[in-house]
């Protein structure tokens, strides 16, 4: 008879998901149809450096891009990075 020692798998545990947040940021400079200057305010996902991780959405006002970033971050459970200021 021959004696079997049982050994358990050895598994990684998972690793932790990536830091993810959502960031509203602006204004920058865009242009309207006719040329002239207008502002934009940037929402998107992003990871830790502040880089996109998917669409970035573009709101030609303050309030509905903050609006956008308040539904987005609280809809994903993700903390708000609010580096935008209103003109």
């Known amino acids: 008879m ?3 020692l049982a050994v358990a798998p050895t598994t990684q545990p998972p690793a932790a998901p990536a830091w ?3 960031f509203f940021d ?6 309207d149809r006719e ?4 502002p934009v305010w940037s929402v998107f ?13 573009g ?12 539904k987005m971050a609280k809809d994903r459970g993700l903390e708000l990075v609010d580096e935008a ?3």
């Not at 040329?35 to 207008?38: F, P, Q, V």
């Not at 502040?50 to 669409?55: A, E, F, H, I, K």
């Open 26 to 31: 602006g204004p920058y400079a865009d242009q």
């Open 2 to 4: 021959t004696d079997t």
């Open 59 to 70: 709101c030609h006002s303050y309030q509905t891009a903050a609006g956008l970033a308040r």
């Open 85 to 87: 200021s209103p003109i």
């Open 20 to 22: 993810r947040g959502v």
């Open 45 to 57: 996902v992003g990871d830790e450096h502040g880089d996109p991780v998917g669409s970035v959405y």
């Open 35 to 38: 040329g002239d200057e207008i």
